[in-house]
């Protein structure tokens, strides 16, 4: 079964310094991969996705993601966090027929 | 150009009740899935719905259900409510119907279900 480890609950960050969010996905074929941000008491935003070729993605608000087979991982990053990314990350796999398996998620707190 | 609209944004509800959960998903898009979301975990797939019919289902008991109507807006129902129903429901809608498989969701903002 297709499943998705994000193994840091929380993460801090200092404002200004750059950001890694890691991600281990499990699933058989060629997966799709996602990354999507929530503010509290908001629904999911779309980051960047990956599908096929370049391995390097970019994204929405400066985030990039790196897809790598052989780990199995598909890590998000910013090279400058800013204190309105502060939020909750979530990694997300796709799993057939447009249905989703997310992880448990990132909160990134980000410090002054 | 209107996203996706979730209704109401927050619910208080009884054990043992029943709750609907409704649903209009973006302008042009025409499958809507259901999402719980509980407390410090990650959205979990409910279920999905496309020409007005289920199209897959996650580990969720019959006690959800759900209906697709004609202009592609959507309701869950949750019979019999547990303590552990308590969440942020997320509505998502797609487009389906070109036949790509680019999981181009729309996330709605939620419905926060507490049962108490």
């Known amino acids: 079964a297709q499943s998705v480890t994000q193994p840091d609950i929380h993460i801090t960050v200092s404002e200004g310094a750059s950001l890694e969010l890691r991600c281990n996905y499990s699933?058989?074929?060629?997966?799709?991969l996602f990354w999507y941000v929530q503010s509290p008491g908001q629904g999911l935003q779309l980051l960047l996705k990956?599908?096929?070729?370049?391995?390097l993605v970019q994204g929405i608000k400066g985030f990039e993601a790196e897809f790598k087979r052989s780990q199995s991982s598909f890590n998000l990053r910013k090279p400058s966090v800013h204190w309105s990314d502060a939020a909750e990350y979530f990694c997300a796999v796709g799993a057939g027929f447009q249905k989703l398996v997310f992880g448990t998620g990132t909160r990134l707190l980000v410090s002054p | 150009d209107a996203g996706v609209t979730q209704s109401p944004t927050h619910l208080i509800k009884t054990r043992g009740q029943q709750v609907t959960l409704r649903c209009s998903p973006k302008?042009?898009?025409?499958?809507v899935s259901w999402y719980q979301q509980a407390l410090g975990q990650g959205p979990q797939f409910i279920f999905q719905?496309?020409?007005?019919?289920?199209?897959q289902r996650g580990n969720f008991p019959d006690r959800f259900s759900g209906h697709q109507f004609p202009n592609y807006s959507s309701e869950l129902n949750v019979n019999a409510l547990l303590l552990g129903d308590s969440a942020l429901y997320l509505c998502a809608s797609s487009l389906l119907g070109t036949g790509t498989l680019d999981y181009g969701y729309t996330f709605g903002s939620g419905t926060r279900l507490t049962v108490v």
């Open positions: 990956y599908f096929s070729g370049d391995t």
């Open positions: 699933y058989g074929a060629t997966p799709y």
């Open positions: 302008s042009g898009h025409d499958t």
């Open positions: 719905y496309y020409e007005e019919e289920e199209r």
